[in-house]
């Protein structure tokens, strides 16, 4: 049982366009949220997360927006760049303790196209 | 500040095989769990180690084994290898202070590939 989808297998975008990734659960004790970037023959990179308390949170150019009623999350980069091509994981914990195990969807390749 | 290392980078096996894999978390770092990547899954969760003691586990097998040293660095066994454990096997290492959420910082991987 897939607790975290990404149903979005690829992504193409022009450079400086709006990038928006989707995320969905169904784990409602999941409240805290992360998205991971991976490139080919690196291990996944931290980018940016948000607790359930919150609805939004920004960093540059990436911002993740979340709607707990519908389970939905979403990851905005803008504007895209090139650089930006890579395997985009979402993530969720639920924080029992000091619970580090964190549940990933099957991860969106983005493209973005000079 | 080093990253998390994992060694080997890749590995060739055969199929009835033992494996060991190795991690060094970030220097300061108490929590190292295991992640096991395929094409068809995406990152799955095999196992936590805090402080030498196994905390959290994923639904895989008995084959599948681990354990932590004092120096937090840790390593995980698979046994009996079996076509389908081909895959890439991430170690992510965290500060793990009770009662918040710790970020976790992965390593490159190691490449197991079972012939």
């Known amino acids: 049982d897939q607790q975290v989808k990404q149903n979005s297998p690829s992504l193409s975008v022009q450079e400086g366009r709006i990038s928006i990734l989707n995320c969905d659960y169904t784990?409602?004790?999941?409240?805290?949220f992360l998205w991971y970037k991976k490139y080919p023959a690196e291990g996944p990179t931290f980018l940016i997360s948000?607790?359930?308390?919150?609805d939004k949170n920004e960093d540059g150019r990436f911002t993740v927006f979340l709607n707990k009623s519908a389970k939905h999350l979403s990851l905005h980069i803008v504007p895209s760049q090139p650089g930006d091509s890579a395997v985009y994981f979402c993530?969720?914990?639920?924080?029992?303790?000091?619970?580090?195990?964190?549940?990933f969807g099957k991860g969106i390749t983005l493209s973005v196209r000079p | 500040k080093a990253g998390v290392t994992q060694t080997p980078r890749y590995l060739i096996k055969t199929r009835g095989q033992q494996v060991t894999l190795s991690c060094s978390p970030i220097?300061?770092?108490?929590?190292v769990s295991w992640y096991q990547q395929t094409p068809g899954q995406g990152l799955q969760f095999l196992f936590e180690?805090?402080?030498?003691?196994?905390?959290n586990k994923g639904n895989f097998p008995g084959r599948f084994s681990g354990r932590q040293f004092s120096n937090s660095r840790s390593e995980m066994n698979v046994s009996t290898l079996e076509l389908g454990d081909s895959a890439l096997y991430l170690c992510?290492?965290?500060?793990?202070?009770?009662?918040?959420?710790?970020?976790?910082?992965f390593g490159p991987g190691t490449r197991l590939t079972v012939l």
């Open positions: 180690y805090f402080s030498e003691t196994q905390r």
């Open positions: 784990n409602s004790m999941f409240d805290y």
């Open positions: 993530a969720a914990s639920a924080n029992t303790g000091a619970n580090s195990k964190l549940t």
């Open positions: 992510a290492s965290s500060l793990a202070a009770s009662g918040s959420y710790n970020e976790q910082f």
């Open positions: 948000i607790s359930s308390i919150k």
């Open positions: 220097s300061g770092h108490r929590s």
